[in-house]
Structure formats: C-alpha cells, structure tokens
C-alpha cells in the first residue's frame, strides 16, 4: 500500500465533464447531477483500507444532506486487471455490502482520474451550483477513528458553500492509497 496525500485543487476551476457507467447500470456525467446544488466527487475504490475505514461516514453526509441539494458521486478508477477486488463486479457487491445511498461509477479508461488529477482514494473534490471547485480535501481529521474526530472538514467545507460563504479554513489533503494506474 502506498500512502499519498492529494493534489492541492485549483480553487474555482470548471469541473470536467465525463460519461462512466454506475454499478445500477445507468450513464453519468455531470448533466446527470444539474439539479444539484453541491457535486461531491469521490475518487474511491473497494479495496483501501482508507476508503473502507471513511465509506460509513460518506453514507451518512449523503444522508445528512441530501434534502439540501448536495449529491456525492463514487469513482473507482483503479486498474482491476492487476487490482481485481476493484472490479466492476466487486464494486457492486461493495455498494450494496456497504449500504452506499450515492452512485457509484466505474472509470475503466482512467481518463477522468487523470483529467481531474486524482492520486489518492479517498480524494475529494467539492462543486458548487456553478460547478466550480471550491474545495479539495481531506473528509476529517482522523480516518481511523471516528469517534475521535474532532475537524469535519468535508461536512465544514459543504455548509458553508450552502450558506454562500467562503471557506476560510485551511484545505488539508486528503490522504490514501495510490490510484493504481494501469502500465
């Protein structure tokens, strides 16, 4: 396993348009999201003990703040030749195992990992009305144990986009296994 921290976003920029295909069999892009307010993408896969560890609590944001207009996107982009527990197969069984309430889609090709510049699962990237990046980073302050959380700053970060603030607190990364990029 090896551990990366994410690329610090560019703040404001347009997010990137894709078409992946989710595990209930539907198409995606970001027209599929437009009546959202907030777009939370996830780049996750269902083999990261990081991802494993944090995945409850994206469920229960989605949750916390789907009545609010704020949708969460799951992207698995590894290479499942060489990573097969990240199969499309095995994201099904991942999502339903793991209650997951948002879509969950499969970048076979890599290409949008790459156009958005993720390296990491988790790695999170949030999107206001505008579909304009306003933060990237970490979900909170102890992936391990939740109980001892002590900055949400993913759940920060969203609240104040809803109350059309800036985010004034620090963007730490956020931190995972490497995307496993296809040779």
Known sequence: MVLLHSNPGEIGSSAIDFELKGVDGKTYSLDTFASSNILVLIFMCNHC?????????????QSHFRDRS???????????????EDSFENMKNFSKERN??????IDEYQSTAKNYDAVCTPDIYVYDIN???RYRGRLDDNWKEED???SRDLESAIESILNNNEITFEQIPSMGCSIKWKK
């Open 148 to 150: 001892k959380v002590k």
């Open 70 to 84: 704020v949708q969460f996107v799951g992207i698995s982009s590894n290479d499942v030749e060489s990573y097969p």
């Open 100 to 105: 997951l309430n948002f879509p969950y889609l």
């Open 49 to 61: 003990p990081y991802v494993k560890a944090v995945v409850e609590r994206f469920v229960k944001l």
């Open 131 to 133: 579909r304009l990046l």
